[in-house]
C-alpha cells in the first residue's frame, strides 16, 4: 500500500514548495520504484498492441501517490522529477529490448512526438541521445524538453517550476524541437 | 556547438521562425550578413522546421506555445474599448478569447447603427490564402436566416490584412448552462435542442458546416419570455481553414481548431479526407448527452493524455449510453438530476431506452449510420415527447438476432423478435398442425381397429387434455403418472391394446408438454409394435413418427431426425412414394430437418411433401394446406419472406374457402401469416391479423383457452415491435395471470408467457428485471421439465446473455459454460442452440480482451451450424469489434457467409 509512501512524497513536495532546495533530491528514489513499477506493469501488458505512453504514467503515478485534490505546484515538481526518471526507465527498457532484439510488445509512445516519427526503441535510444546532446549545449533546454516529452507539463507549469518567464519556455521550446529534428535526422543518414 | 553561440543562434532561429516563409531570406540576409556558417547553421534549421511544419499533426500546447506571444505588430493586445476598429466599428468590451481569436463587442457605425460581435482572428491563424477563401465564404455565410442561427453580417479584413467577421450579437448564455441555471426537465431540454437541430437542418441545407458545435456555440436567449437558441460561429472554422484543397480542421500552420469534446471521430482521423454534414451530427450528439447527463460522452480532457491518445479514444472507444452512464457514475448524478428537477433513480428510468437509443445513435463512430439529416434527429425527439415509436431503436433482429436464435426451443409460439420468432413458432405451429393431420389422417383412413381405440382413448383421458381443460394440469398429471405406473403391470396378455394405451397416455404426456416421459411411453409402444408387427407396419411406424416427435422436442434432433429418415424409408418402400402416409412420414421429417436448422434441406423436402400432396390429395386438402403451412416456415427460417407471405395468403385463402374463416387451421395460418409479415416490417397488417385470429378463437374456444392465450402472446410481441412496449407487457402480463389460473404456473403456455416478458423486458433495457423473470423461469422449468430439457437450457442461456447485457460478464461466462456442457451431451454439438451458446462465449471473450480465445469459439460456433441469420451478421455484431482489426476475423466472417449462402443454396 503506497499510503506511507504517499504521505512521504506529499510531505517532500510541500518542503519543496516552500522552498527547500534538497527536496527534490530526496524524491528522485521513492519516485524510482514506483515509476519503475509502473512502467513495467504496462510495458508487460499482455495486450500486444499496448501502447505505453509516457506522459499517462507520470500522471497515473502523480495520481497515485499524491492524488489529484492537491496543490497544482506540487504537481508540477512532482512531474518535473517523474519526468527525468520516466526517460531513463523508458530508455533503459529501449536498451534492453533493443539488444535482445525481441519483437512484439509494447510500443512507447511520447507526447507530441508522433509528428517526429518517433516509433519504436531505436528511435527513443536516438531522441535521448539527441536530448543529451542538447542538454550539454543547453541544460535548461534539456529540462524543459524531457519536462513536456516525458512528463507533459504544460508552458505555463514548466515556467513555474524552472522559475524562468514564459516567453523564454516557449522560445526554448520551440527551437528545441527543430534542433532535435535535424539532429535526430542527421543520424539517420549516417 | 558551444552554449553561447546556441544562445544568440536561439535567438535568431525564433524570430525567423515567427515570420512568414517568403520573408525570412530577407531576415537572414540582415542578421547574417556574410557570417556564411551562421547563416549555414540556420538554413538547415529552418528547413528541419519546414519538415516539422509540414508533418501532419502537431499538439494544439505546441501550436499555441508557438502562437502566443508572437509578435505581430497588429496583434490582439493591442486593442482597446472605445478605439474604433476597421472604421466602421466601435469597440465596445472584450467578450471573450475563443481559439481563433477574441470577441468584441461593438457598435456598428455605418452602414447602419447596431450593436455586432466582432469575431477577430488572431495573428498566426491566416495568411494570404486563408484571406482570400475568407472573402469567398462571406457570401455563403451572408445568406443564412434562420432564428435558431446567429446572422454573420459580414466578413472583412482591416487596413493590416487581419479578417474578422461581423456577427449578430448574442447576449445569451451556452444552452447547457442554461438548462442547468433554469433546472430544465428533461422534456423542456428536448425541446430546445429540437429547435437547435432546426436550426443546424438549415444551414445544411445551405450546404454550410458548423464543424464546431458545442454548448459554448450554441447561446440561448430569452425572447418574450421563451428561451430560443442562437448557434454562432457558423462555418467560421471553414473560412479560417487554411488548406484549400481538403477539407481538413488543420491550418498550415498545424494547430488544430477544433474542441476536442465535440470532435467527431473522423475529425479526429488524419487519415479521413472529408468532413460532410454528418460531423455536425455527431457534435449535436454529443450536446444532446450532456444535456441529458450532465457529462461528456468520452473523457477527452487533453491534460495527462497526449494528443494522439486523445483523437484515438475519439476515433475509437464507445461511449456509454446515458441511462447506463448516470446510474454509475454517482458522483455527478446528484447533481445532474438536480439540476434535471428529479432525483438520480428517475434520471436513469427517463433516459433509459429511447434516449438512450437516440442519442446513441447520433454518437455513432460510423457516420453512415448516425441520423443522416439534423431534422431526422429532430424528428425522432419529437416522436419520443408524443409518446411515438422512436426510429434509432434498433430492428431487434438485426441487433438481437443471435440473442433470439433459442428461443424456439422452449416451445414458445412467439418470440419478441422477426426471425427467431419465426423459429419458435414453427414449434408450437408444427406441432398443432402435425397434430391435426395426425387426427385427420386416421380419422379419413378408417383403416385401423388401433385407430379407432386410441381415439376412444384419448377421448377417455380429454379430461387431463389441456386443450379443452379448465382446470388445475397438476391434477390431471398425477393421474396419468398413475396410470402410467400401473400400465406396465396390467394387460400382459393383449400387447397390442397395451401399445395402444401407451400411445395414447403418450399423447397426453405431450400436451402437457412432458415429452421425456412422452418419450418413454411411446418408446415401449414402438418396441411393441416392432415385436409384434415388424417394422413395416403402419401401427409401427405411427410409433416411430410419435418417439421421433418426442426425441425432437426434447432436443435430441439427430435421433429424431434418424427415426424419421428411416420411417419415410420404410414407408416408401412398403406403401409406395404418394401413399399419404408416406406424406406424412415426409412432412414429419421436414419439419425435423427445420428444427435442426438445416432450411435448405428442410424446404427441398417441404416443397416435395406440398407438391405430392396437392397431386395426391387435391389442392384444397387440410394435409395439403398443413404442408404449405411448415413449407411456409422452412421459407421464414431462410429469410424468404417475401415468398412466405405469398404462400401463407395463399394457403389461408384456401382455407377459409374450404374450412370456413373460423377454422383453427386458418387461425394458425393467419398467425403464421402475422409473422411473415412482421419480417417485412408491415407490423400494422399484422396486427390486424393477430386482432382477427384473437376474436376468433376468443369466440370459438373460450376467452381462456389456451390456443387464444397463444395469440394474445403473438399479439404482444406485434406491439413490442410497433414500439408500443406499454400495452406490450399489460398484454402479456394479463395473459400471465389468465394462464397461471387457468393452465396452473407449470404449464407450458405460462413459461411460454413469462419467457416473453422476460424478453420483452430484456428489449426494454430493463436488464434486473428481465433477470428475475428469467432466473424464476429457470427454476420452474428445472422442476417441471428437468434439467437437460432444451427449454431449460434455452433459459439458462438467456440469462446468461441478459448477464451480458448487464455487463456481468464473469457471471455469463459461468453460466454459458454450464450451459454449453449440458448443450454438447444432450443436443450435440452440431447443433445451433449449442452453437449460439459458444458465439455468445466468443462475444465474452471478445468483450473482456481475450481475442484468442474469441476467434477459437466464434470459429467453432460457426463451423457447428450455426443459424445462418446469425452467421450473416457476425461483421457487425457490436460484441466482437475488438476482434476486427485481426485477419483471422475476416477469415471466419467469409467462411460464416459462405455457410450461410450455401445452407439457402440447397434448394
Redesign the interface.
Known amino acids: 500500500m503506497p499510503d506511507e509512501l504517499s504521505s512521504q512524497v506529499t510531505k517532500l513536495l510541500e518542503r519543496w514548495r516552500q522552498g527547500d532546495e534538497k527536496a527534490p533530491a530526496e524524491l528522485v528514489p521513492l519516485l524510482y520504484q514506483e515509476l519503475r513499477r509502473l512502467a513495467h506493469y504496462h510495458l508487460r501488458s499482455e ?1 500486444p498492441d499496448h ?1 505505453l ?1 509516457s ?2 504514467l507520470v ?1 497515473e503515478a502523480y495520481l497515485r501517490l499524491v492524488g489529484s485534490a492537491s496543490v497544482p505546484q506540487d504537481r508540477a515538481h512532482f512531474i518535473a522529477v517523474a519526468s527525468r526518471l520516466m526517460r531513463q526507465i523508458l530508455v533503459d527498457y529501449a536498451r534492453g529490448r533493443a539488444a535482445s532484439k525481441r519483437d512484439g510488445g509494447c510500443r512507447i ?4 512526438l ?4 518517433i516509433d519504436g526503441d531505436s528511435d527513443l535510444l536516438a531522441l535521448d541521445d539527441a536530448l543529451s546532446e542538447l542538454s550539454r ?2 541544460e535548461r ?1 534539456g529540462k524543459i524538453v524531457e519536462m513536456k516529452f516525458f512528463g ?1 507539463l ?2 505555463p507549469e514548466i515556467s513555474e517550476t524552472l522559475g524562468i518567464s ?2 523564454t ?7 528545441a ?3 532535435l ?2 539532429q535526430m ?1 542527421r543520424k539517420e543518414k549516417v | ?3 553561447e553561440r ?2 544568440s543562434l ?2 535568431l ?2 524570430q525567423a ?1 515567427l515570420l512568414a516563409p517568403e520573408k525570412r531570406d530577407s531576415f537572414l540576409d540582415k542578421v547574417c550578413s556574410s557570417d556564411r556558417s551562421l547563416r549555414g547553421e540556420l538554413e ?6 519546414e ?2 511544419r509540414s ?5 494544439p ?2 501550436a ?3 502562437l ?2 508572437a509578435g505581430n505588430p497588429v496583434s490582439d493586445g493591442k486593442l482597446s474599448p472605445a478605439q474604433t476598429f476597421a472604421q466602421r466599428f466601435r469597440l465596445i468590451r472584450r467578450l471573450g478569447q475563443g481559439g481563433m481569436g477574441q470577441v468584441w463587442l461593438a457598435e456598428q457605425i455605418s452602414p447602419v447603427r447596431r450593436q455586432v460581435a466582432l469575431k477577430l482572428i488572431k495573428a498566426g491563424m491566416y495568411d494570404e490564402a486563408v484571406v482570400r477563401r475568407f472573402r469567398s465564404e462571406r457570401q455563403a455565410l451572408a445568406i443564412m436566416d434562420h432564428p435558431a442561427i446567429a446572422k454573420v453580417f459580414d466578413a472583412g479584413t482591416t487596413e493590416q490584412g487581419q479578417p474578422f467577421f461581423v456577427m449578430e450579437y448574442v447576449p445569451g448564455v451556452p444552452i447547457t448552462d442554461y438548462c442547468d441555471q433554469k433546472t430544465f426537465t428533461i422534456g423542456q431540454r428536448l425541446e430546445l435542442f429540437a429547435h437547435v437541430c432546426e436550426g443546424v437542418q438549415h444551414a445544411h441545407q445551405k450546404a454550410i458546416i458548423h464543424r464546431d458545435l458545442k454548448p459554448a456555440n450554441i447561446l440561448v436567449v430569452e425572447v418574450d419570455g421563451k428561451p430560443v437558441p442562437r448557434i454562432i460561429d457558423f462555418g467560421l472554422a471553414k473560412a479560417v481553414a487554411a488548406k484549400a484543397d481538403d477539407e481538413t480542421m488543420f491550418t498550415q500552420l ?1 494547430s488544430f481548431v477544433g474542441t476536442p469534446g465535440f470532435m467527431s471521430p473522423e475529425q479526429a482521423d488524419p487519415t479521413s479526407v472529408d468532413i460532410d454534414t454528418r460531423t455536425d451530427m455527431y457534435s449535436l450528439g454529443v450536446v444532446l448527452y450532456v444535456l441529458l447527463t450532465g457529462v461528456l460522452p468520452l473523457d477527452v480532457s487533453i ?7 486523445t483523437l484515438r479514444k475519439l476515433r475509437e472507444e464507445e461511449p456509454q449510453r446515458p441511462s447506463t452512464r448516470v446510474s454509475s457514475d454517482c458522483a455527478s448524478s446528484t447533481a445532474a438530476a438536480t439540476a434535471r428537477g428529479t432525483e438520480p433513480a428517475q434520471l436513469v428510468g427517463l433516459l433509459r431506452g429511447d434516449l438512450d437509443w437516440i442519442t446513441m445513435k447520433a454518437l455513432e463512430k460510423d457516420r453512415a449510420r448516425r441520423y443522416g439529416t439534423p431534422s431526422e434527429l429532430a424528428a425522432d425527439i419529437h416522436r419520443y415527447l408524443n409518446h411515438e415509436p422512436v426510429l434509432a431503436r434498433p430492428a431487434a433482429v438485426s441487433y438481437r438476432l443471435r440473442k433470439y436464435a433459442r428461443r424456439h426451443r422452449v416451445g414458445v409460439s412467439v418470440a419478441v423478435v422477426l426471425a427467431l420468432l419465426l423459429v419458435g413458432f414453427t414449434v408450437l405451429q408444427a406441432a398443432q398442425l402435425r397434430r391435426t393431420t395426425r387426427e385427420r389422417d386416421r380419422a379419413n383412413r378408417e383403416r385401423d381397429r388401433a385407430t379407432r381405440i386410441t381415439d376412444f382413448m384419448t377421448g377417455m383421458f380429454n379430461v387431463s387434455d389441456p386443450d379443452q381443460a379448465r382446470g388445475n394440469s397438476i391434477t390431471a398429471r398425477e393421474v396419468l403418472d398413475k396410470a402410467s405406473s400401473s400400465i406396465n403391470q396390467s394387460l400382459q396378455n393383449d400387447p397390442d391394446l397395451r401399445a395402444q394405451l401407451l400411445m395414447a397416455m403418450g399423447r397426453v404426456y405431450d400436451n402437457l408438454g412432458l415429452y421425456s416421459q412422452a418419450q418413454s411411453l411411446h418408446q415401449s409402444a414402438l418396441d411393441i409394435r416392432q415385436r409384434i408387427f415388424g417394422p413395416k407396419n403402419f401401427a409401427t411406424l405411427g410409433a416411430a413418427e410419435e418417439v421421433s416427435w418426442d426425441l425432437s422436442q426434447l432436443g435430441r434432433y439427430q435421433e429424431a431426425e434418424n427415426l424419421s429418415r428411416s420411417a419415410l424409408d420404410v414407408a416408401r418402400q412398403a406403401l409406395g412414394p404418394d401413399d399419404p402416409y408416406t406424406l406424412n412420414a415426409m412432412y414429419n421429417r421436414g419439419w425435423i430437418l427445420g428444427l435442426q436448422g438445416r432450411f435448405g434441406e428442410a424446404e427441398q423436402v417441404d416443397r416435395e411433401t406440398v407438391d405430392r400432396r396437392r397431386r395426391v390429395l387435391g389442392p384444397e386438402n387440410r394435409d395439403t394446406l398443413n404442408a404449405m403451412n411448415n413449407l411456409a416456415e422452412a421459407l421464414q427460417d431462410q429469410g424468404k419472406y417475401a415468398e412466405a407471405v405469398a404462400l401463407q395468403q395463399q394457403t389461408l385463402a384456401i382455407q377459409r374457402k374450404v374450412l370456413g374463416p373460423d377454422a383453427q387451421g386458418a387461425v394458425d395460418t393467419m398467425t403464421n401469416l402475422g409473422v411473415s409479415l412482421s419480417a417485412e416490417q408491415h407490423y400494422a397488417e399484422a396486427e390486424k391479423l393477430y386482432r382477427d385470429a384473437l376474436d376468433i378463437d376468443r369466440r370459438v374456444l373460450g376467452p381462456e383457452a389456451p390456443n387464444t392465450l397463444r395469440i394474445r402472446l403473438d399479439l404482444a410481441v406485434n406491439l413490442h415491435e410497433q414500439h408500443r412496449f406499454a400495452e406490450s407487457e399489460m398484454l402479456d402480463s394479463q395473459t400471465l395471470e389468465i394462464a397461471r389460473r387457468v393452465l396452473g404456473s407449470t404449464h407450458p403456455h405460462v413459461l411460454a408467457v413469462m419467457n416473453n416478458i422476460a424478453l420483452t423486458l430484456e428489449n426494454d433495457g430493463k436488464y434486473r428485471e428481465s433477470e428475475n423473470v428469467y432466473r424464476q423461469l429457470i427454476e420452474l422449468e428445472r422442476n417441471t421439465y428437468g434439467p437437460d430439457d432444451p427449454r431449460t437450457l434455452a433459459t439458462s442461456e438467456s440469462l446468461g446473455e441478459v448477464l451480458m447485457d448487464q455487463n456481468r460478464l464473469t457471471e455469463a461466462k459461468k453460466i454459458l459454460e454450464d450451459t454449453v456442457v449440458v448443450e454438447r451431451r444432450v443436443l450435440g454439438s452440431d447443433n445451433p442452440a449449442t452453437s449460439l451458446t459458444i458465439y455468445n462465449l466468443a462475444c465474452i471473450a471478445a468483450r473482456s ?1 481475450r481475442p484468442q480465445e474469441a476467434l477459437s469459439l466464434l470459429s467453432d460456433a460457426v463451423e457447428h451450424h450455426l443459424k445462418p441469420e446469425s452467421m450473416l451478421q457476425i461483421d457487425q455484431d457490436t460484441d466482437l469489434k475488438s476482434l476486427h482489426r485481426n485477419p483471422k476475423f475476416a477469415t471466419i466472417v467469409a467462411r460464416a457467409k459462405a455457410k450461410a449462402a450455401g445452407q439457402q443454396k440447397l434448394n
Not at chain 1, 508522433?114 to 516519427?117: I, S
Not at chain 2, 538547415?44 to 522546421?49: K, N, Q, V
Request: hydrophobic share 40%.
Open positions: 495486450r501502447t505512453q506522459t499517462a500522471h509512445m511520447l507526447d507530441d508522433d509528428a517526429m516519427g549545449i543547453d533546454q507533459g504544460s508552458a514564459r516567453a519556455v516557449d522560445r526554448d521550446w520551440a527551437t524541437r527543430v534542433w529534428h535535424r535526422s | 556547438m558551444k552554449t546556441w544562445e536561439k535567438d532561429l525564433h521562425m538547415s534549421l529552418l528547413a528541419a522546421e519538415d516539422l508533418s501532419f499533426m502537431q499538439s500546447t505546441l499555441d506555445e508557438l502566443a506571444g498545424g491534460r495527462g493524455q497526449p494528443l494522439a491518445e480482451q
